[in-house]
């Protein structure tokens, strides 16, 4: 058996780049297709960028992008704490999906919703879990009846988290009807805050902190109210 040396190394070419609903990291669902509401352009580069390279993927619904976690340091763990545990629970890296990874390799799910070839290549995607600027390494299509095992075991993640309510202020709604995207916005905003995305680790802290997310070119400010046992998230401001 051929044992590679450590000192050997492979150098991936970025093939294009994500632009997307969001700008930055905080409130990115943590998993592709969680928020459906999410657009994105995946933008080739070239030489890359030559339509022959996407002939027939249009025949396709959903693709597996590569991708570099570009933001996130170099340095790794061999141990992480996910989300899904409540932030205190440790599990190997290779047990997660966490964005420390040795390589920062990240797979996404998505779908595919157009293509454009008039100037250069842009794919059109739904659903995306991926930050503007995000380098795209790969790109290929999803084979349903290859790749999808409903009975498969998911470990400490069985189940899509569960979703919280959310509730908009008067101000947030007024703010809202003055754009032409209000329905989309909105979708997106309910759809991302609706899996809470606090720090796990905050989320025990008294209610009415206000927090904020970026999506599109607009701040949300929101806050925890909490009622008995259940949480519920309130837009409170739209900037």
Not at 11 to 36: H, N
Not at 122 to 148: F, H, M, N
Request: with cysteine.
């Amino acid at each position: 058996m051929h044992n590679a040396p450590e000192s050997e190394s492979f150098t991936l070419a970025p093939i294009g780049y994500v632009e997307s609903d969001y700008p930055d990291k905080f409130g990115i669902p943590r998993q592709p297709g969680l928020a459906p509401a999410a657009d994105a352009r995946l933008i080739l580069v070239p030489p890359y960028n030559n339509p022959l390279t996407v002939r027939g993927l249009d025949d396709f619904s959903h693709l597996w992008v590569t991708f570099i976690f570009h933001q996130s340091p170099e340095r790794w763990t061999p141990l992480v704490r996910p989300p899904r545990l409540g932030g205190n629970r440790k599990v190997g890296v290779f047990a997660s999906r966490s964005t420390h990874r040795p390589n920062r390799l990240g797979l996404s799910l998505v779908k595919l919703a157009g293509i454009d070839t008039r100037h250069g290549v842009q794919l059109r995607l739904e659903g995306c879990d991926l930050v503007s600027g995000t380098p795209i390494v790969d790109i290929k299509p999803y084979l349903p009846w290859a790749e999808a095992h409903p009975s498969a075991q998911a470990g400490f993640a069985p189940e899509a988290p569960t979703l919280l309510h959310v509730i908009f202020s008067q101000s947030a709604l007024d703010v809202l009807t003055t754009r032409a995207d209000s329905a989309t916005l909105h979708a997106l905003i309910e759809q991302v805050l609706s899996q809470d995305p606090r720090p796990a680790y905050k989320r025990g802290e008294a209610p009415g902190r206000t927090y904020g997310v970026r999506l599109r070119d607009v701040d949300v400010k929101f806050r925890a109210l909490q009622n008995d046992e259940a949480t519920t998230l309130e837009v409170v401001a739209i900037d």
